[in-house]
């Protein structure tokens, strides 16, 4: 079982993602296969390699890189992992190629942001230096559809993660309001008219936030 990914920022932490990167596998392949894990037989499990392939920049270039090397100390522990990393390629094959693509990728991102123009910017230029040329010649299209789609899907996150913190605050506002509200002495039935005022609620709704939040 052979597992690769591609990282281009250093961290340590590197390890511990391709561990539980193996285990997800593991997990995936004794479901494939459905394997008692229980039983009294001993399943198949195939050995494992772990690759990642860095495509920033670094001046010291370690080989391997271990889980408990780097986290341990080196002292003997129920589990390790070792990575070993990959870099550069060599003579042009296709980790060279996919490094270089990155980089160029990486150079349009900080001129245009993550927008379609850097993405077909990188493929043209990739196109231009023989850069997996054969790969994005034929299938332009999917590969501008695919990194496409990986930006509308963070952009999403990125709303999703803003619209909560906004509710959450929203919400903190609003029993605050409420607690005040009953501190002065308000009636109940004024409470409501002013937080629905306050927070632009239909009178059903700020009724109910108040019922729940008055003490």
């Known amino acids: 079982m052979i597992l690769t990914e591609a990282q281009t920022t250093w961290t340590m932490n590197i390890i511990i993602g391709a561990l539980m990167y193996l285990v997800q596998s593991y997990h995936e392949y004794f479901e494939r296969r459905n394997d008692n894990l229980y039983g009294s037989k ?11 392939i860095f495509t920033g920049k ?10 408990s090397e780097e986290f341990w100390g080196g002292e003997k522990c129920a589990i390790d992992v070792k990575v070993k990393m990959i870099y550069d390629g060599k003579d042009n094959d296709i980790i060279s190629q996919y490094v270089a693509f990155t980089k160029v990728y990486d150079e349009q991102v900080k001129l245009y942001g993550r927008t379609r123009e ?23 299209k999917e590969v501008v559809d695919m990194m496409m789609t990986l930006f509308d ?9 803003e619209s909560e913190k906004e509710e959450a605050a929203k919400k ?13 002495g308000l ?29």
């Open 153 to 161: 899907e963070e952009q999403v996150l990125r709303a999703y993660v």
């Open 118 to 140: 850097a993405v077909t910017n990188t493929i043209n230029i990739c196109k231009d230096r023989d850069v997996l040329k054969e790969y994005l010649s034929s299938r332009e």
């Open 172 to 184: 903190a506002a609003m029993i605050s309001a409420i607690e005040m509200c009953q501190e002065i």
């Open 187 to 215: 009636p109940v039935s004024e409470t409501i008219k002013k937080v629905a005022g306050k927070y632009k609620l239909e009178e059903n709704d700020a009724e109910a936030w108040v019922q729940k939040y008055w003490k």
């Open 42 to 52: 001993k399943v198949k499990l195939p050995k494992a390699e772990l690759y990642v």
């Open 58 to 67: 670094r001046v010291s270039k370690p080989e391997y890189v271990s889980l």
